[in-house]
């Protein structure tokens, strides 16, 4: 009676005659759910099996995956650590703000050219830089060098991975050794002499792009280009340019110079604004020419990233830039991919990198330079700066030598005066009086070395 009641109750409207779930599977139930658990027992052994063989034989491995949508299997992809097959999400490494937390990898190219005079310094740079070294890998292409670049990199190498300290060690390390042909004296005045630039630079072109294209990885967020022969940069340059969060960024490169040079100068001419003068001489030039900034040959009244710098200035002020210069180079990898290179050819009657900085603009970046964010190139004299320094020098010594003349001349010369003097007055006037003079005497000079030494300031 009960359990009628508490029937009708739970079903009230359909009677007796409603089929309950509850009551008409259990008839089907045994048999079903027997066969579904063995299915599903089959079903899991088998899983288990095909993913132990899979696991343990790497072969197998290469052989059945493969087959598979790689869409599909994507995440155990990545997770297998498959030997020849590999998998490379891109959207992943596209590059942020914030790449050092974010564990962003950076590419460092450095072309290296009868460079061993300048790795000491650079590794310094490179022991310093606060980006975190494992997440940096080093690419090095050594060409036409006859010096031993090469043996002198490798050695300088081998220290700093063997660091003590874990952190110095950086990441993936290439060197390239590849000859461009460079006949070009490397001294500084044939390489910068305006005659040898479009041909130099064609070929440092072609040397920056087959660095890029055998370094660079999936895994590569970022390329940062850097000149060896940098004197002084923030160690924290890396991350300073990558929060601007720019497709390509350069600092403001200028150098010292000795003080009867004026102290310092801009240097890196490359980093400019397009002007309608460069557009109209361009027009005139032919196919094949290549316009390098920085020479009075080619007078363009473009704006110069390095004249627009104020050393009390923002650092953070951005400017946009057109062509850009070589010497560090902040950019997101994705650049490259997208089939920007350094043009070993005239385009738009630029090369190099000044022709890069055009060709990512061309292709819809943003291509920024920072005016007041300054490192400073080594300052490398030139002939003329040299011979100059030499007749200097020559009148430095000559000058040193009359002064030192002349203050033994005056030592002796005063000295005698004063005997004279004091002489004078012993003899003129009473002891007294001889006393009061000879203690007023020191006043003068006094005043003169004070003067003088407020000259200097
Ligand atoms: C690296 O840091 C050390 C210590 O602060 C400093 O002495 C050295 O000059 C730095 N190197 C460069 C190239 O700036
Ligand atoms: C990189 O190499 C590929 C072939 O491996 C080539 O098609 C491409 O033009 C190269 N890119 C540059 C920028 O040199």
């Not at 998998?87 to 990898?105: A, P």
């Amino acid at each position: 009676m009960n359990r009628h009641h508490a029937y009708s109750k739970g079903y009230p409207r359909g009677g007796t005659f409603s089929p309950s779930p509850s009551r008409f599977q259990p008839r089907f139930q045994p048999a079903l759910r027997r066969r579904r658990q063995l299915f599903q027992r089959l079903f899991l052994l088998g899983g288990v099996t095909f993913l132990f063989t899979i696991l343990i034989f790497p072969s197998w491995r290469a052989a059945v995956l493969p087959a598979l949508s790689l869409g599909l299997l994507s995440s155990s992809f990545e997770d297998l650590q498959l030997e020849t097959v590999r998998y490379y999400d891109l959207s992943k490494v596209q590059g942020t703000e914030m790449g050092w937390e974010r564990g962003e990898r950076v590419l460092m190219c450095t072309p290296l050219r009868d460079a061993s005079s300048h790795l000491p310094m650079f590794f310094s740079h490179l022991r310093n830089l606060t980006y975190p070294h494992n997440l940096i890998d080093l690419a090095f292409l050594v060409s036409d060098s006859r010096d031993d670049t090469l043996g002198m990199l490798s050695r300088m190498l081998q220290e700093i991975q063997n660091d003590p300290d874990p952190k110095m060690s950086f990441g993936e390390i290439s060197v390239i050794q590849k000859d461009f042909g460079q006949k070009v004296q490397q001294d500084v005045e044939s390489r910068h002499g305006f005659e040898a630039q479009a041909s130099r630079r064609k070929l440092m072109a072609q040397a920056r792009n087959w660095l890029l294209n055998a370094t660079l990885r999936p895994t590569h967020s970022w390329v940062y280009w850097r000149d060896a022969d940098v004197e002084t940069a923030p160690f924290t340059i890396i991350e300073d340019l990558m929060r601007h969060n720019k497709d390509v960024i350069v600092p403001n490169v200028w150098r010292p110079l000795p003080d009867w040079l004026g102290g310092e100068q801009p240097y890196d001419l490359n980093s400019w604004q397009e002007s309608e003068t460069a557009l109209a001489l361009a027009e005139t030039l032919d196919e094949d020419a290549v316009i390098v900034e920085g020479y009075a040959e080619y007078a363009t009244w473009r704006p110069h990233l390095a004249y627009l710098r104020d050393p009390y200035g923002d650092p953070d002020m951005e400017m946009e830039l057109d062509g850009i210069g070589g010497v560090s180079i902040l950019a997101k990898a994705r650049v490259f991919r997208a089939g920007v290179h350094f043009p070993a050819f005239s385009f738009e009657k630029h090369a190099e990198t000044e022709g890069f900085g055009k060709m990512a603009k061309r292709m819809g970046f943003s291509v920024i330079g920072l005016p007041h964010y300054t490192i400073w190139h080594l300052y490398e004299p030139s002939v003329d700066d040299l011979r100059r320094m030499e007749e200097m020098e020559l009148e430095r010594q000559a000058r040193e030598r009359e002064e030192q003349e002349r203050a033994q001349h005056k030592e002796s010369g005063p000295s005698k005066a004063q005997d004279a003097a004091d002489t004078v007055y012993v003899y003129s006037e009473s002891d007294k009086d001889s006393e009061e003079g000879l203690a007023a005497q020191p006043a003068p000079h006094a005043e003169k070395g004070a003067s003088n030494g407020h000259a200097k300031h």
